[in-house]
């Protein structure tokens, strides 16, 4: 199930985004009190979450599923979620090298409009990925 983030997600949601090497803490609050669109993925409780930017084009800033909860479908259900609530076009940045970040972008509609040099605060290049339907 997927569902919009709510403030009692907050614990959970924090413990996932210390999974994400580029994660910024400050979106959550976002996602709760807007602009930012949020939503998690719930298996009894939390197992991920998807905190997106509204705009032109809409940004996912951030998407993690737990480990011991991926290949279930949270990773896409997210993304539909997500893509629903901003409309096409939405982009994400995801690090070079990322494979199944890749690939669960590209199995979701997204194709590569290129590379960002030096992207991330340590220097790491970032592709970007766009979804435009």
Do not use: C, K, W
């Not at 030096?118 to 970032?126: E, K, M, P, V, W």
């Amino acid at each position: 199930m997927i569902r919009p983030i709510e403030r009692r997600d907050v614990p959970v949601v924090g413990s996932l985004q210390e999974r994400l090497p580029y994660a910024d803490p400050e979106v959550v609050e976002a996602a709760l009190e807007g602009p930012f669109y949020g939503f998690v993925a719930v298996e009894g409780r939390p197992v991920g979450y998807a905190i997106a930017l509204p705009g032109r084009p809409a940004t996912l800033s951030e998407l993690v599923v737990d480990p011991a909860h991926r290949r279930r479908g949270h990773g896409r259900a997210l993304v539909e979620r997500v893509f629903a609530a901003t409309g096409p076009p939405l982009s994400v940045s995801t690090p070079v090298g990322n494979e199944a970040a890749t690939r669960l972008y590209a199995e979701t509609g997204f194709a590569v409009e290129g590379v960002v040099a030096g992207f991330y605060a340590d220097g790491t290049d970032a592709l970007r990925l766009v979804r435009r339907e």
